[in-house]
Nanobody, 115 residues
Framework: QVQLVESGGGLVQAGGSLRLSCAAS????????MGWYRQAPGNQRELVATTTPGSSTNYTDSVKGRFTISRDNAKKMVYLQMNSLEPEDTAVYYC?????????WGQGTQVTVSS
């Protein structure tokens, strides 16, 4: 079955870095757009970054220049390198895989940035 398993979340001070990883299985990883989304308490889930099958990337404005999304099709992994973290980045981060007719989510990993 389809699985997306996130790891790498935790508590970090403002200005610090974290690297999130998402291990995918159960589908043809290379043909899916992979993404990271986040949801803070009381807020809707929002897009953070995506990477297409051709490795084109897209970022929400608030993380441009600080976060980098990447994928390894051979390992079926997607990563989110987060630098210069801010308290406003505190949220549960979710891995997503989507294409026409399919949309999968991981269980999420908590990222907490202290000021």
């Amino acid at each position: 079955q389809v699985q997306l398993v996130e790891s790498g979340g935790g508590l970090v001070q403002a200005g610090g870095s974290l690297r999130l990883s998402c291990a995918a299985s159960g589908f043809i990883f290379s043909i899916y757009t992979m993404g990271w989304y986040r949801q803070a308490p009381g807020n809707q889930r929002e897009l953070v970054a995506t990477t297409t099958p051709g490795s084109s990337t897209n970022y929400t404005d608030s993380v441009k220049g600080r976060f980098t999304i990447s994928r390894d099709n051979a390992k079926k992994m997607v990563y989110l390198q987060m630098n210069s973290l801010e308290p406003e980045d505190t949220a549960v981060y979710y891995c997503n895989a989507r294409r026409v007719g399919a949309n999968y989510w991981g269980q999420g990993t908590q990222v907490t940035v202290s000021s």
